[in-house]
T-cell receptor
Framework: SAVISQKPSRDICQRGTSLTIQCQVD?????MFWYRQQPGQSLTLIAT?????????ESGFVIDKFPISRPNLTFSTLTVSNMSPEDSSIYLC???????????FGDGTRLSIL | KQEVTQIPAALSVPEGENLVLNCSFT??????LQWFRQDPGKGLTSLLL?????REQTSGRLNASLDKSSGRSTLYIAASQPGDSATYLC???????????FGTGTRLKVLA
């Protein structure tokens, strides 16, 4: 199964700043996704990261706030822009080799906004 | 809109017990269902994946079943151990989109 590494593992940021989270997969994958897990909650899908094209965002998430890149089949980034305390969450990257294959997750990035 | 619910929300059992975690979903048009565990401060670990055409999957002490028509899945854990303590999440992949909708989770504590 794919091994997924996320960086940074945690960060504390100031209000109004931006942070870019990196997700690296150890093998080529078809699908990559970004999720948010707010404190005490389950996971909510932010967007599907599409290789070589714009990400597909879920309702309630917009590109200006959460720009995503996916330059190749093993790497993606999520930027959390103009952060506020409400953005304090765990952000997780996942990947799958195909539509009928299991999704595998990184350890997540724990983000706190002061 | 797909909704995924897990019951119970929390469960505490003595070591050695067999237990069942439940997952229900409102839209049966799914590709597959996946069970995960999440340890505190960690990401998700994939446990079992059941395709929509399958009825169950087994891995060691874990057995997951799927009844797509009734919108239900169960995760059976045999001979529970303290190391099984974690939050268990189910997620369904929507037909046509491959996107995962996650359940609300069950926090399991196995007492030594």
């Amino acid at each position: 199964s794919a091994v997924i590494s996320q960086k940074p593992s945690r960060d504390i940021c100031q209000r109004g700043t931006s942070l870019t989270i990196q997700c690296q997969v150890d093998s080529q994958v078809t699908m990559m996704f970004w999720y948010r897990q707010q404190p005490g909650q389950s996971l909510t899908l932010i967007a599907t990261a599409n290789q070589g094209s714009e990400a597909t965002y879920e309702s309630g998430f917009v590109i200006d706030k959460f720009p995503i890149s996916r330059p190749n089949l093993t790497f993606s980034t999520l930027t959390v822009s103009n952060m506020s305390p409400e953005d304090s969450s765990i952000y997780l990257c996942s990947a799958a080799t195909g539509s009928h294959q299991p999704q595998h997750f990184g350890d997540g990035t724990r983000l706190s906004i002061l | 809109k797909q909704e995924v619910t897990q019951i119970p929300a929390a469960l505490s059992v003595p070591e050695g017990e067999n237990l069942v975690l439940n997952c229900s979903f409102t839209d049966s048009a799914i590709y597959n269902l996946q069970w995960f565990r999440q340890d505190p401060g960690k990401g998700l670990t994939s446990l079992l994946l059941i395709q929509s055409s399958q009825r169950e999957q087994t891995s060691g002490r874990l057995n997951a079943s799927l009844d797509k028509s009734s919108g239900r899945s169960t995760l059976y854990i045999a001979a529970s151990q303290p190391g099984d303590s974690a939050t268990y999440l189910c997620a369904v992949a929507q037909s046509g989109t491959y996107k995962y909708i996650f359940g609300t989770g069950t926090r399991l504590k196995v007492l030594a």
